[in-house]
């Protein structure tokens, strides 16, 4: 019985030793919500749950992106909703729909959360057999 702290005591340490020291906490939902910006900062979404799903919707969109937008026919970019039901699908991912205005279409998606001011956003195709990504990072503030 005597060994048993120090059996207990080994495996502890051995626990410890093969954690990696850099192994980053898990990011809670609220990592995900917020305002987050596309990589050419031409586009903000304002990220919110509506309901059980995870939604965001333009809050802000540069003169260009508005023009792009406009001739695939949409008429108000700001306000339209980008990334539609996403929904939990492991530690830090998300899967759901997202539409991309200047193609008029919507595609099967995945957020990632990279680290609390980052997320990576993929649209796919072909049940994933074809995907582009983009890193988006959380602003504070609309850009002026």
């Known amino acids: 019985m005597a060994r048993l702290p120090a059996i207990l005591a080994i495996v502890v340490s051995l626990l410890v030793q093969l954690t990696p020291a850099n192994a980053a906490p898990a990011l809670g939902n609220e990592s995900i919500t917020g305002m987050w910006i596309n990589p050419h900062r031409s586009v903000a979404v304002q990220n919110q749950f509506c309901g059980n799903a995870l939604c965001g919707h333009v809050v802000w969109a540069s003169p260009d992106a508005k023009a792009d937008a406009r001739d695939s026919g949409i008429t108000n970019l700001v ?55 983009q890193i988006w990072t959380r602003i504070g503030a609309l850009p002026q």
């Open 79 to 133: 306000g339209t909703d980008l990334l539609q039901d996403y929904r939990p699908s492991g530690l830090g991912s998300w899967k759901g729909t997202v539409f991309v205005p200047d193609l008029g279409r919507l595609f099967s998606s995945k957020i990632d959360v990279l680290a609390a001011d980052r997320i990576k956003i993929s649209g796919c195709i072909f049940h994933g057999l074809i995907c582009k990504s």
